[in-house]
C-alpha cells in the first residue's frame, strides 16, 4: 500500500471515529421531554473576560471595567454585563444539541453578578414542537443561588 493510501485509509478512519464520538453526545429530539434540565457551572468570568468583552462590544459601561466606579454607584465591585451571563444559555444548547440555530430569547436582569464570582446556568425544555424547542432559561450566582438573569429561548434542533 502506498504511504498516499495508507494516510488516506488512516484519516478516514479518524473521521469515522470522531464522527462516531459525536455522534454519541448529539441528543436526539425522541430522547427530549418536558422538564428535561441541563446546567453548566462557571467559575467565574475573570476581569480579563469582562475587557475582551468590552473590547467585543464596544461596551465600556465603567460599572462593568471599573472597581472604583461599581463601588461609588453603591455595587460591590465591578459587574459583569448581563449578556455575558446570559451568553451561558447558547452555549448550554449549542453544546447538548449540536447544530441547533438558535432562535429568539427573552432576558430579564435580576441581580447583578460580580467578576470572579461563580455562576450556575440551567435550560429547562418547556415545550417541543416538531424540531422547535422551547427552554426556560436561568443563571443563578452559585453561593446563594439567587437568580441573576433569566428568561426564555427557542431553538431549532437537529434531528
Known sequence: MSMVAYFGRCSQTASWHAHQALAGH???QSTL???QSFTRKHSGFQASDVQAWAALTGDTNPLHVSEVAAKDAGLGG?????MLCASLFPAIIGSQFPGALYLTQTLNFRQPALVKEPLEAEVIVKKINGRRV???TICRRS?????????????????
Not at 465591578?78 to 448581563?82: C, D, E, M, T
Not at 437568580?147 to 431553538?155: F, S, T
Open 33 to 35: 421531554r418536558d422538564g
Open 78 to 82: 465591578a459587574i459583569l454585563p448581563g
Open 26 to 28: 448529539i441528543r436526539r
Open 143 to 159: 453561593s446563594d443561588q439567587a437568580v441573576l438573569v433569566d428568561g426564555a429561548a427557542l431553538a431549532r434542533i437537529q434531528t
Open 134 to 136: 422551547m427552554f426556560e
